[in-house]
């Protein structure tokens, strides 16, 4: 699991020092084995050791490092987007118009761009200020209604998908948006956002590189931050992290400005890697984040969980869906077997965290 | 219940007269509370000084926790004033109370009990250290400090890094205690902190009051329990119905009229009368009104207002003002010896 590595520095800090002389004496010392249960992404590591060697024994093309570079793409386009609503969703909130906020930032990008035939850089720069925005809105729609963000991003999630369609018929007069790859600093953009990397005769999209890094960076922010205590804080007890002085608010308009920082980031990888978009696309997506960081052991309700395991939910998520193809079944099986997944790694998260709470 | 009214008024100004002259940290002039066109507090006057227990009494609903949530900057009282150090203030978010030093022990003690001890101990003022793009939490240090303060108050715990929800209640409470006191609170507000706790661990947190008033805080203790507020407090306020039943320093009262006073006071009585209409009652164990009269409700300035509108609110054959001002200056006897006939 190279991306389990990759976040390991940052990972569980050493436990404190045993404290010489008194002591209790009712607490036992809670064993090292309970101790790493106690870590969120425990049960997901174990799920996804299960499925590689899953598939490793009944599909052999999967045993190939150029199959392993295609499940990791696949994982890595998923996990960029699983780390923003990861940590929303530590934060205590849900954001289901992320799938189609990926799409808004690219037809922003394509649209604007074309449209003004401007540098492609300066539509990426305004998808960013507008995915951005989508966030700060969801955010501060939520802290000023009081309304749960599930029912405040459905909302939102309704008038992105509507506005997505809509506004590029007008532009394009078509699902799609024109395809922008012979203008002004394409070639710059694509190399940033969709180039591939060769280490021993296979290629390796860049994003999995983004992926690993973003995954790193999101552990030091939850663990090693304030800001990262405040988002535990926000999620396990709202009005306690307030009285103590927690600032709720920019938490959360922050947490969900990071969600619109992800979806701008995939949304331009799309743009770059297949010069147009698709104003339909990213409807569902947003379930497939949520159950990725489910499945890598965030606690649906808040308060609880960490960014390797997301990086191991889209993981699974990446070997599923590739696997299934490699293995030459029905890919009309992958949601079920995704869905087999989920409940399996809530039963074993459940478990998990009654095994780490019990004393 | 006109005798309250008075009570209330010259309960404000006994205020003064309490013992340790030291300016109040934090003051309440007439404050009062409305959400709406609901009043929840009304002219309400309390003073917090250092190294003094306030105790701040009363049943369910009285007004105990509009008081600590405007105090402790959640809410903002809509009349009267609020004023620290002398100076009148309106808080609009508890970092602000937090940075004048006013720190809030809650009932659910605002702790997240899924966040490791440490964490919770240093939640919204943590540590950090290094330059701003790699400012991150300084964990040793917190450890070190979460340790040796909780060690200070005589709470060792094996492990910093377990949930905070897997400590008992006791436990809790201490912890949040020691936070406080460690960030350099001058006011300590502790709401209902024995409410939930069995006899012995509400001991030691009782202790842990006394502590904090030793280091020179002042107390804030909301309780309902007239014992446990009697043996650390020095100064007594009864809420109500959201306005001032009493207030008394702990020289001016007993640990009985205090508890008879939480126990009703005339509104026993008159429930007393209620049930002596109801056939088969019996009454005449019950205390009298007189009895459950408190020195505060008699006003020191000797104007005859508190006995006359004793009279008037009892029912006339049982309450002679002789009574009322006897029982008030002398020893609140449980079983009054001079019943009525």
């Given at each position: 699991m190279t991306m389990t590595q990759a976040s390991a520095p940052a990972a569980e800090p050493a436990p404190p020092d045993s404290p010489a002389g008194r002591k209790d004496g009712r607490a036992t010392e809670r064993s090292v084995a309970r101790r790493l249960l106690a870590r969120p992404e425990v049960g997901a590591l174990i799920a996804a050791v299960g499925v590689y060697v899953f598939f490793f024994a009944?599909?052999?093309?999967?045993?190939?490092?150029?199959?392993?570079?295609?499940?990791?793409?696949?994982?890595?386009?998923?996990?960029?987007?699983?780390?923003?609503?990861?940590?929303?969703?530590?934060?205590?909130?849900?954001?289901?118009?992320?799938?189609?906020?990926?799409?808004?930032?690219?037809?922003?990008?394509?649209?604007?761009?074309?449209?003004?035939?401007?540098?492609?850089?300066?539509?990426?720069?305004?998808?960013?200020?507008?995915?951005?925005?989508?966030?700060?809105?969801?955010?501060?729609?939520?802290?000023?209604?009081?309304?749960?963000?599930?029912?405040?991003?459905?909302?939102?999630?309704?008038?992105?998908?509507?506005?997505?369609?809509?506004?590029?018929?007008?532009?394009?007069?078509?699902?799609?948006?024109?395809?922008?790859?012979?203008?002004?600093?394409?070639?710059?953009?694509?190399?940033?956002?969709?180039?591939?990397?060769?280490?021993?005769?296979?290629?390796?999209?860049?994003?999995?590189?983004?992926?690993?890094?973003?995954?790193?960076?999101?552990?030091?922010?939850?663990?090693?931050?304030k800001f990262g205590n405040w988002i535990f804080a926000v999620g396990g007890n709202q009005d306690s992290a307030r009285a103590v002085g927690v600032p709720v608010k920019f938490t959360k308009i922050a947490l969900f400005m990071g969600v619109g920082l992800g979806a701008w980031f995939v949304g331009m990888h799309l743009l770059f890697s297949f010069n147009t978009v698709q104003s339909g696309e990213g409807v569902g997506n947003e379930f497939l984040y949520i159950i990725a960081a489910v499945i890598g052991g965030c606690l649906l309700t808040g308060g609880y969980g960490s960014a390797v395991g997301p990086v191991i939910g889209a993981f699974i998520f990446g070997m599923v869906s590739q696997g299934i193809v490699y293995a030459n079944w029905n890919p009309d099986w992958f949601k079920a077997f995704l869905g087999v997944m989920l409940l399996l790694a809530a039963l074993v998260n459940l478990w998990v965290r009654r095994q780490a709470t019990r004393r | 219940m006109t005798s309250n009214d008075n009570g209330t008024a010259s309960g404000g100004t006994a205020v003064k007269d309490a013992p340790g002259n030291a300016a109040p940290l934090v003051e309440l002039r007439a404050a009062g509370k409305s959400y709406g066109n609901v009043r929840a507090l009304h002219g309400v006057d309390l003073a917090v000084r250092p190294g003094q227990v306030t105790c701040v009494l009363g049943d369910n609903g009285a007004g105990k926790s509009t008081?600590?949530?405007?105090?402790?900057?959640?809410?903002?009282?809509?009349?009267?004033?609020?004023?620290?150090?002398?100076?009148?203030?309106?808080?609009?978010?508890?970092?602000?109370?937090?940075?004048?030093?006013?720190?809030?022990?809650?009932?659910?003690?605002?702790?997240?009990?899924?966040?490791?001890?440490?964490?919770?101990?240093?939640?919204?003022?943590?540590?950090?250290?290094?330059?701003?793009?790699?400012?991150?939490?300084?964990?040793?240090?917190?450890?070190?400090?979460?340790?040796?303060?909780?060690?200070?108050?005589?709470?060792?715990?094996?492990?910093?890094?377990?949930?905070?929800?897997?400590?008992?209640?006791?436990?809790?409470?201490?912890?949040?205690?020691?936070?406080?006191?460690?960030?350099?609170?001058r006011v300590l507000i502790l709401d209902e902190p024995t409410a939930a706790l069995g006899v012995k661990q509400s001991g030691v947190v009782l202790k842990y009051i006394a502590a904090a008033r030793d280091r020179g805080l002042g107390v804030i203790f909301i309780t309902h329990n007239p014992h446990h507020a009697y043996m650390v407090?020095?100064?007594?306020?009864?809420?109500?119905?959201?306005?001032?039943?009493?207030?008394?320093?702990?020289?001016?009262?007993?640990?009985?009229?205090?508890?008879?006073?939480?126990a009703g006071g005339a509104e026993l009585t008159a429930l007393k009368h209620e049930l002596a209409q109801v056939r088969g009652v019996d009454v005449e164990e019950l205390p009298e009104e007189g009895d459950v009269q408190v020195p505060a409700a008699t006003p020191s300035d000797g104007t005859p207002d508190g006995t006359a509108s004793e009279t008037s609110s009892g029912t006339a054959s049982e309450t002679s003002s002789g009574t009322a001002s006897e029982t008030s200056s002398g020893t609140a006897s449980e079983t009054s010896s001079e019943k009525t006939p």
């Open positions: 009944a599909a052999p093309p999967f045993r190939e490092a150029s199959s392993l570079a295609t499940v990791l793409y696949q994982a890595s386009v998923m996990g960029i987007m699983t780390l923003p609503v990861a940590l929303l969703m530590i934060g205590g909130e849900f954001d289901l118009s992320a799938g189609v906020a990926v799409t808004t930032s690219a037809l922003t990008a394509a649209i604007l761009s074309y449209q003004l035939t401007l540098n492609v850089w300066t539509g990426v720069i305004v998808a960013l200020i507008a995915s951005l925005a989508v966030g700060a809105f969801n955010g501060w729609l939520l802290i000023k209604t009081g309304l749960p963000s599930f029912l405040v991003t459905l909302g939102s999630f309704l008038i992105l998908q509507g506005a997505n369609l809509a506004v590029t018929k007008i532009f394009t007069g078509n699902v799609a948006s024109d395809s922008i790859s012979d203008m002004d600093g394409f070639d710059q953009a694509k190399s940033v956002f969709a180039s591939e990397i060769s280490i021993g005769g296979v290629n390796f999209k860049i994003t999995i590189f983004y992926w690993l890094v973003f995954a790193a960076l999101a552990t030091w922010l939850l663990l090693r931050t | 008081l600590i949530k405007i105090v402790s900057g959640l809410h903002q009282h809509t009349e009267g004033e609020f004023l620290v150090d002398g100076e009148a203030v309106r808080f609009s978010t508890p970092r602000e109370a937090l940075d004048r030093g006013i720190a809030t022990v809650y009932q659910d003690l605002a702790t997240v009990p899924l966040m490791p001890v440490w964490r919770n101990f240093f939640l919204g003022s943590e540590l950090t250290k290094g330059p701003w793009p790699v400012r991150r939490l300084d964990i040793e240090r917190m450890k070190k400090t979460a340790d040796e303060e909780l060690r200070a108050m005589g709470i060792v715990l094996d492990d910093l890094e377990q949930p905070i929800g897997t400590l008992s209640g006791g436990q809790r409470q201490c912890v949040a205690i020691a936070r406080a006191v460690h960030f350099g609170a407090g020095d100064h007594f306020s009864v809420l109500r119905l959201g306005t001032l039943e009493l207030s008394a320093a702990r020289s001016e009262i007993t640990v009985e009229e205090l508890t008879n006073h939480m």
